[in-house]
DNA sequence: TGTCCGATTGGT
DNA sequence: CCAATCGGACAG
């Protein structure tokens, strides 16, 4: 589970799409090639951090770095089913009666939700006000894979099925099966 | 400096 | 299908 406490309050949610980005290799991650910058520095750190970018002049997106320093690898959360904070979600999210499942469906979404912005870059998700908590296990037989959503550029990648999520989920964006 | 385009979203 | 919106990447 993610969760994030701010002075407004406490957000969060079950993880339950996330994509895989592996590092040098792989055409669709930031680090392709070992290109490195200011922008996903983070991504060469060490695991367990979060990775916050800004896309398309109005988005931010998260991951969790997964590898030790020096090796770029990471994965998106692309969604979250809401646990906790709803009504504060609906304010950040500016859907006043929204359903629950809309509110952290996609990345984007899902961080306007929680309140995560370029300030939350780096953050130690092990401790802290955005961390990660163990939950509930998810039993193998409901997590579903399919290629990673909005990589058309990644040539020789983009059918890799780096995409999981949890099967009958209505909070998962994008194809649900 | 200039141009191109994006790990998206929400509405037509 | 398309616009919104701006910072990163890269060519010159």
Redesign the pocket.
């Known amino acids: 589970m993610l969760v994030h406490d701010t002075p407004d309050g406490r957000a969060a949610g079950r993880i339950v799409e996330v994509?895989a980005?592996r590092g040098p290799a792989d055409r669709?991650?930031?680090?392709s090639g070992g290109?490195r910058?200011?922008?996903?520095e983070v991504?060469y750190g060490p695991a367990g951090h979060a990775?916050v970018y800004?896309?398309?002049?109005?988005?931010h997106?998260v991951?969790v770095v997964t590898q030790g320093p020096g090796v770029p690898e990471?994965v998106?959360l692309r969604a979250l089913e809401p646990l906790d904070g709803l009504d504060l979600m609906r304010r950040r999210?500016g859907?006043p009666g929204a359903p629950e499942w809309?509110l952290c469906?996609?990345?984007?979404?899902?961080c306007q939700a929680l309140g995560i912005a370029r300030g939350e870059n780096g953050a130690d998700l092990r401790r802290g006000p955005l961390r990660l908590v163990a939950g509930p296990p998810v039993p193998a037989r409901d997590v579903a894979r399919s290629p990673?959503?909005?990589?058309?550029?990644a040539g020789p990648d983009v059918a890799r099925p780096w995409r999981f999520y949890v099967r009958g989920v209505r909070a998962v964006?994008g194809r649900r099966r």
């Open positions: 994509e980005y669709a991650a930031h680090s290109h910058s200011a922008r996903n991504m990775y800004f896309v398309y002049g109005m988005h997106c991951n990471a998106l999210r859907l809309r469906r996609g990345p984007g979404a899902l990673r959503i909005g990589i058309d550029y964006s």
